[in-house]
């Protein structure tokens, strides 16, 4: 079976830009949560969504928003890019609420210029 | 929030010495697990070990949840086990919180 994907794998942006980030969790996984992992830190938790609802945010700024779709793929938008903003991203999926052992995608690593 | 810290901050091996890293965690928690993170970023899930002791091959783990610790059990170590070591909780729902994690160079 397929793990958790992401896409694209890298990303070089400007200052104020734009950025999606797009995860399809494993197959059979309702519940897909987003991290932000900067270097020489362990990752920072940003959103969990399930069954395309919104159950948890981190503390991040409302650049940061996510939505999850029918099928529970999930995209991360971030606005006005900061150069802070740069790191590599990470998305976890999990089976359901209650059984919350997480597994995670290869990332997307952003560098914003 | 909880708290998680993990010791040794940075650890290095010979091929073939043993180690162990600890997990201390600040609340009860119903989800612990520990990662590797190889160097192109992907965290590889070892163990989800909210309590009790699982063995996986060389690794093994142990969480005493009442105590609020965990322990992560290398044996015979390889090169291919360089990298970064992290546990991770979460207090209901699938909010991890995530250590700083150790470094484990393991030299030939």
């Known amino acids: 079976d397929a793990g958790v994907t992401q896409s694209p794998t890298h990303l070089i942006k400007t200052r104020g830009q734009h950025v999606t980030l797009r995860c399809s969790p494993i197959?059979?996984?309702?519940?897909v949560s987003w991290y932000q992992q900067v270097l020489g830190q362990g990752p920072q938790f940003i959103f969990q969504y399930y069954e395309k609802e919104e159950r948890g945010r981190g503390n991040f700024p409302d650049r940061f928003s996510a939505r999850q779709f029918p099928n529970y793929s999930s995209e991360l938008n971030v606005n006005a890019l900061l150069l802070g903003d740069s790191a590599l991203y990470l998305c976890a999926s999990s089976p359901h609420e209650d059984r919350p052992e997480q597994y995670f995608g290869p990332g997307t690593r952003l560098t914003v210029t | 929030g909880i708290q998680v810290e993990q010791s040794p901050p940075d650890l290095i091996l010979q091929e073939g010495a043993n180690s162990t890293l600890r997990c201390n965690f600040s609340?009860?928690?119903?989800?612990l697990q520990w990662f590797h993170q190889n160097p192109w970023g992907q965290l590889i899930n070892l163990f989800y070990i909210p309590s009790g002791t699982k063995q996986n091959g060389r690794l093994s783990a142990t969480t005493v949840a009442t105590e609020r610790y965990s322990l992560l059990y290398i044996s015979s170590s390889q090169t291919t086990d360089s990298g970064v070591y992290f546990c991770a909780v979460a207090k209901g729902g699938n909010k991890l919180v995530f250590g700083a994690g150790t470094i484990l160079r393991v030299k030939s």
């Open positions: 197959s059979g996984h309702k519940s």
């Open positions: 609340d009860s928690v119903n989800n």
